[in-house]
């Protein structure tokens, strides 16, 4: 049974940083695309960064380019989301994905985490 467990979701202050956890059961992380991924009520959810199965593609999207890095522990099958420099912009629920790119392409998801920000 896959599992993606998310973590380190919080409040902080605007300027402050948090550290997101996404740790994976049942599968490999090196065998998938893992992906960020934000939501707010109402909006549609939003690409935050992925990391390659390599781990040497890494994509961070431009509202967060910058202040995001995303890394991984393959011994661990953890990928992580820096955040710093949090605005209240960044306020959202985040969802983990591991995305099998090859067809038939399929994907697991994780559970939201919140993540506040306040100004």
């Known amino acids: 049974q896959v599992q993606l467990v998310v973590s380190g979701g919080g409040s902080v202050e605007a300027g402050g940083s948090l550290k997101l956890s996404c740790t994976a059961s049942g599968l490999l992380i090196s065998k998938f695309v893992m992906r960020w991924h934000r939501q707010v009520p109402g909006q549609e959810l939003e690409l935050v960064a992925s990391i390659s199965k390599s781990g040497n593609g890494i994509r961070i999207e431009d509202p967060v380019e910058g202040r995001f890095t995303i890394s991984r522990d393959t011994s661990k099958d953890t990928v992580y989301l820096q955040m710093n420099n949090l605005t209240p912009e960044d306020a959202a629920v985040y969802f983990c994905?591991?995305?099998?790119?090859?067809?038939?392409?399929?994907?697991?998801w994780g559970q939201g985490t919140q993540v506040t920000v306040s100004s």
């Open positions: 994905e591991a995305l099998e790119i090859s067809y038939p392409q399929y994907n697991y």
